[in-house]
């Protein structure tokens, strides 16, 4: 009796690579801020032989598609359903294309999801902190020795704008404070994602 | 800071590159040398008003922190009767002795030390006593908090995200509001924890070392 065999994976369709690569340059203009990335450029790398007019009407597809899929927060399932739908419309994309898309979506998900949470904070956001602890080793007053004190450097800033340094000082008592409140706010966080 | 350049240049030219003769010491916390700029600085306050003194105080800490000061200093030079270059002098003068005072770690700024050094350079008293002031770090008075999901916005339909804003009122008056992503708060969190730690390890430390 002979194994049943498994038929060898046909390689990618020619027309995957170039796919692949303008979803990347969509995704590069509208979600990861980089404008140098034109309409000319896009057709002069990945689609020479095409016409202008109708390399935009495919960029506008490709954008329209990938805009319904980030702004939904598709996940795979969704995805699937999404895509299948769209073979099979009029006008619509091929199944090669929704495998493309869909490689395209797993790949680029999280950073993409990021970027969009970024564009609706407008407000001065926490970049980072830096900080160090100083300590009196000698002092003509015994009492004071011993006192330790932290110097926090805390890096405040909004998208395309330059960063505002706070520098803060803390005995210990603050910084115990600080992390008490600081233990406060994930107590209340927890509860709120065992809720949802 | 283009007014403090122009006044170290100009301090240079004068040739001040050396700290004062009869002083042997230097200049304590400014280092074995005083910078030329310090020095012209603390020759031509003499002749400048308090009132005058502390604006410029004022536009040197603004500086400090990074904030433009272009309009102040304006303002000043239209209302004294003071040189462009002796501004200069004066500015960058007061620029580099802040920023040294600032540079160090708090503990090892000694209030009395600080004033004598301020004698030291031919200035009185009470105006030591305003620098002394200005120069420490604010500390955090309030720290108000607030945990916000963001639903649905105009770039993600379906956002659920939740963030931290925070409201941090300080000791030198001044209030911020920012916002926390999770990710980094939960670095700010370990951070503190770490600084306490650090703390306590260094108290340690010290208490072994010092007994007899």
């Given at each position: 009796m002979a194994a049943p065999e498994q038929p060898p994976q046909p390689?990618?369709?020619?027309?995957?690579?170039?796919?692949?690569?303008?979803?990347?340059?969509?995704?590069?203009?509208?979600?990861?801020?980089?404008?140098?990335i034109t309409e000319e450029l896009l057709r002069g790398q990945l689609y020479p032989e095409a016409a202008p007019e109708e390399f935009r009407a495919l960029r506008a597809k490709m954008g329209g598609l990938l805009q319904s899929i980030a702004s939904a927060d598709m996940d795979l399932n969704q995805l699937?359903?999404?895509?299948?739908?769209?073979?099979?419309?009029?006008?619509?994309?091929?199944?090669?294309?929704?495998?493309?898309?869909?490689?395209?979506?797993?790949?680029?998900?999280?950073?993409?999801?990021?970027?969009?949470?970024?564009?609706?904070r407008w407000d001065n956001v926490l970049k980072n902190m830096n900080w160090r602890v100083d300590l009196k080793s000698q002092s003509r007053h015994k009492d004071q020795i011993n006192t330790p004190v932290a110097i926090v450097e805390m890096e405040l800033g909004k998208n395309g704008q330059e960063s505002e340094f706070l520098?803060?000082?803390?005995?210990?008592?603050?910084?115990?404070q600080m992390l008490k409140k600081l233990s406060e706010i994930e107590e209340s966080m927890s509860l709120l994602t065992q809720t949802t | 800071m283009a007014v403090a350049a122009a006044g170290k240049a100009a301090a240079a030219a004068y040739g001040h590159g050396e700290s004062g003769g009869g002083r042997?010491?230097?200049?304590?916390?400014?280092?074995?040398?005083?910078?030329?700029?310090?020095?012209?600085?603390?020759?031509?306050?003499?002749?400048?008003?308090?009132?005058?003194?502390?604006?410029?105080?004022?536009?040197?800490v603004n500086a400090l922190e990074g904030k433009d000061c272009k309009e102040s200093v304006k303002l000043i030079a239209e209302s004294s009767n003071l040189s462009e270059e002796q501004l200069a002098f004066l500015i960058?003068?007061?620029?580099?002795l802040l920023r040294e005072a600032l540079r160090l770690p708090l503990s090892t700024f000694k209030q009395e030390v600080f004033k004598e050094d301020l004698k030291e350079l031919r200035r009185p008293a009470s105006e030591g006593t305003a620098l002394m002031q200005r120069s420490r770090l604010?500390?955090?008075?309030?720290?108000?908090?607030?945990v916000d999901v963001a639903i649905s916005t105009s770039s993600l339909a379906r956002a659920l995200q939740p963030s931290i804003l925070m409201m941090m009122k300080l000791s030198d008056g001044t209030a911020h509001r920012f916002e926390v992503p999770i990710a980094k708060f939960q670095e700010l969190r370990y951070n503190v924890a770490l600084i306490l730690k650090e703390m306590n390890d260094l108290e340690k430390r010290s208490i072994l070392k010092i007994q007899d």
């Open positions: 390689p990618p369709p020619e027309g995957s690579k170039p796919l692949s690569a303008l979803l990347g340059g969509i995704a590069q203009v509208a979600y990861y801020g980089n404008a140098d699937e359903a999404f895509l299948t739908a769209q073979t099979k419309k009029q006008g619509g994309i091929t199944s090669d294309q929704a495998a493309v898309i869909a490689k395209f979506w797993k790949n680029h998900r999280i950073k993409i999801r990021e970027s969009l949470i970024n564009q609706s520098c803060l000082e803390f005995d210990e008592a603050k910084v115990s | 042997g010491a230097g200049g304590g916390f400014l280092g074995p040398r005083v910078p030329a700029e310090v020095e012209a600085m603390a020759r031509g306050v003499q002749d400048v008003g308090q009132e005058t003194f502390r604006r410029l105080l004022k536009v040197t960058s003068g007061m620029y580099t604010p500390s955090v008075q309030d720290l108000k908090w607030r």
